[in-house]
Protein backbone atom coordinates (compact mmCIF):
# COMPACT_ATOMS: atom_id res chain seq x y z
CA UNK A 1 0.00 0.00 0.00
CA UNK A 2 2.63 2.55 0.71
CA UNK A 3 4.34 1.32 -2.62
CA UNK A 4 1.40 2.25 -4.36
CA UNK A 5 0.94 5.33 -2.72
CA UNK A 6 4.58 6.28 -3.13
CA UNK A 7 3.96 6.25 -7.20
CA UNK A 8 0.46 7.94 -7.18
CA UNK A 9 2.51 11.13 -5.90
CA UNK A 10 5.35 10.93 -7.77
CA UNK A 11 2.70 10.39 -11.00
CA UNK A 12 0.75 13.22 -9.99
CA UNK A 13 3.74 15.36 -9.36
CA UNK A 14 5.34 14.55 -12.96
CA UNK A 15 2.08 15.20 -14.20
CA UNK A 16 1.53 18.96 -12.74
CA UNK A 17 5.03 19.64 -13.87
CA UNK A 18 4.53 18.90 -17.05
CA UNK A 19 1.33 20.25 -17.34
CA UNK A 20 0.91 23.91 -19.67
CA UNK A 21 -2.18 26.10 -18.73
CA UNK A 22 -3.49 28.53 -20.97
CA UNK A 23 -0.78 31.26 -20.38
CA UNK A 24 2.15 28.74 -21.12
CA UNK A 25 0.63 27.74 -24.36
CA UNK A 26 0.05 31.46 -25.42
CA UNK A 27 4.12 32.03 -24.09
CA UNK A 28 5.03 29.29 -26.18
CA UNK A 29 3.27 30.01 -29.49
CA UNK A 30 4.94 33.62 -29.19
CA UNK A 31 8.32 32.07 -28.62
CA UNK A 32 7.68 29.57 -31.64
CA UNK A 33 6.65 32.66 -33.75
CA UNK A 34 9.55 34.60 -32.15
CA UNK A 35 12.10 32.03 -33.35
CA UNK A 36 10.48 32.17 -36.54
CA UNK A 37 10.27 35.67 -37.51
CA UNK A 38 14.20 35.75 -36.36
CA UNK A 39 14.61 33.32 -39.13
CA UNK A 40 13.49 35.62 -41.80
CA UNK A 41 15.17 38.27 -39.98
CA UNK A 42 18.56 36.82 -40.80
CA UNK A 43 17.00 35.43 -44.15
CA UNK A 44 16.97 39.32 -44.81
CA UNK A 45 19.76 40.67 -43.66
CA UNK A 46 21.99 37.40 -45.15
CA UNK A 47 23.18 36.69 -41.73
CA UNK A 48 23.78 32.73 -41.73
CA UNK A 49 24.90 33.24 -37.71
CA UNK A 50 21.37 34.63 -37.51
CA UNK A 51 19.75 32.17 -39.51
CA UNK A 52 21.59 29.11 -37.36
CA UNK A 53 20.75 30.66 -33.98
CA UNK A 54 17.66 29.35 -35.01
CA UNK A 55 17.99 25.71 -35.95
CA UNK A 56 19.29 22.32 -35.15
CA UNK A 57 22.22 21.32 -36.55
CA UNK A 58 20.99 19.05 -38.51
CA UNK A 59 17.84 20.43 -39.98
CA UNK A 60 15.99 19.09 -42.69
CA UNK A 61 14.44 21.51 -45.35
CA UNK A 62 12.61 20.62 -48.41
CA UNK A 63 10.38 22.36 -50.92
CA UNK A 64 7.22 21.00 -53.29
CA UNK A 65 6.35 22.72 -55.94
CA UNK A 66 4.41 21.95 -59.52
CA UNK A 67 6.12 21.57 -62.81
CA UNK A 68 5.02 23.65 -65.85
CA UNK A 69 3.60 19.99 -66.88
CA UNK A 70 1.20 19.80 -63.40
CA UNK A 71 3.94 17.04 -62.09
CA UNK A 72 4.80 17.30 -58.78
CA UNK A 73 8.40 18.37 -57.47
CA UNK A 74 9.61 17.79 -54.61
CA UNK A 75 13.50 18.13 -53.49
CA UNK A 76 15.84 17.66 -50.17
CA UNK A 77 18.46 20.55 -49.81
CA UNK A 78 21.59 21.08 -47.03
CA UNK A 79 20.95 23.64 -45.10
CA UNK A 80 24.11 25.00 -45.59
CA UNK A 81 24.04 25.39 -49.25
CA UNK A 82 20.56 26.96 -48.98
CA UNK A 83 22.14 29.81 -46.36
CA UNK A 84 25.12 30.24 -48.76
CA UNK A 85 22.48 30.74 -51.61
CA UNK A 86 21.35 33.55 -49.46
CA UNK A 87 24.32 34.89 -47.89
CA UNK A 88 25.71 35.07 -51.56
CA UNK A 89 22.87 37.19 -53.36
CA UNK A 90 24.51 40.76 -54.25
CA UNK A 91 23.03 43.45 -52.79
CA UNK A 92 21.63 44.66 -56.46
CA UNK A 93 18.75 41.86 -56.20
CA UNK A 94 16.15 42.59 -53.37
CA UNK A 95 14.31 39.92 -52.19
CA UNK A 96 11.81 39.61 -49.86
CA UNK A 97 9.57 36.91 -48.30
CA UNK A 98 6.29 38.55 -46.64
CA UNK A 99 4.79 36.64 -44.04
CA UNK A 100 0.83 36.80 -44.26
CA UNK A 101 -0.57 34.23 -41.56
CA UNK A 102 0.47 32.34 -38.60
CA UNK A 103 -1.54 28.92 -36.95
CA UNK A 104 0.91 27.75 -34.07
CA UNK A 105 0.03 24.75 -32.75
CA UNK A 106 2.20 23.11 -29.03
CA UNK A 107 1.92 20.07 -27.25
CA UNK A 108 4.57 19.78 -24.54
CA UNK A 109 8.05 20.17 -26.62
CA UNK A 110 6.94 20.13 -29.88
CA UNK A 111 5.54 22.79 -32.48
CA UNK A 112 4.18 23.04 -35.61
CA UNK A 113 3.98 26.23 -37.39
CA UNK A 114 2.34 26.68 -40.72
CA UNK A 115 3.03 30.43 -42.10
CA UNK A 116 2.06 31.71 -45.40
CA UNK A 117 4.19 33.31 -47.45
CA UNK A 118 4.08 35.66 -50.65
CA UNK A 119 7.70 36.22 -52.03
CA UNK A 120 8.64 39.43 -54.08
CA UNK A 121 11.91 39.66 -56.23
CA UNK A 122 12.75 43.12 -57.16
CA UNK A 123 9.21 44.74 -56.21
CA UNK A 124 7.74 42.30 -58.37
CA UNK A 125 5.32 39.34 -57.12
CA UNK A 126 7.46 36.13 -57.87
CA UNK A 127 5.00 33.22 -55.85
CA UNK A 128 3.29 32.51 -52.69
CA UNK A 129 3.01 29.36 -50.30
CA UNK A 130 3.21 28.19 -47.17
CA UNK A 131 6.19 27.53 -44.73
CA UNK A 132 5.71 24.57 -42.46
CA UNK A 133 7.61 24.27 -39.74
CA UNK A 134 8.42 21.60 -36.99
CA UNK A 135 10.30 22.77 -33.40
CA UNK A 136 11.36 21.11 -30.66
CA UNK A 137 11.90 23.37 -27.19
CA UNK A 138 15.67 22.39 -25.91
CA UNK A 139 15.09 23.19 -22.34
CA UNK A 140 13.19 26.33 -22.83
CA UNK A 141 15.25 27.28 -26.39
CA UNK A 142 12.72 26.71 -29.59
CA UNK A 143 15.05 25.57 -32.34
CA UNK A 144 13.77 24.85 -36.49
CA UNK A 145 14.42 20.95 -37.09
CA UNK A 146 12.04 20.48 -40.41
CA UNK A 147 11.27 23.12 -42.77
CA UNK A 148 9.09 22.21 -45.76
CA UNK A 149 7.61 24.89 -47.76
CA UNK A 150 4.91 24.94 -51.25
CA UNK A 151 5.76 27.63 -53.98
CA UNK A 152 3.72 28.51 -56.99
CA UNK A 153 1.12 31.03 -58.34
CA UNK A 154 -1.84 29.15 -57.88
CA UNK A 155 -4.43 30.29 -55.00
CA UNK A 156 -2.21 33.87 -54.84
CA UNK A 157 -3.98 37.05 -54.26
CA UNK A 158 -4.79 38.74 -57.40
CA UNK A 159 -1.47 40.88 -57.99
Known amino acids: MGRAIFFLTISITFINANAQG ?12 NVIETFFEGFHKQDSLLMKSTVVDKIVLQTTAKSPEGKTLFKTSEFEKFM ?7 DSIKYEEKLTSFSIQVDRNMANAWVGYEFWLNDKFSHCGINS ?27
Not at 27 to 33: E, G, L, M, P
Not at 138 to 158: A, H, M, N, P, R
Request: net charge negative; with cysteine; proline share 4%.
Open 84 to 90: TSIITIP
Open 133 to 159: FQLINFEGDWKIVYLIDTKGKDGCKER
Open 22 to 33: PNSMETDSQAVR
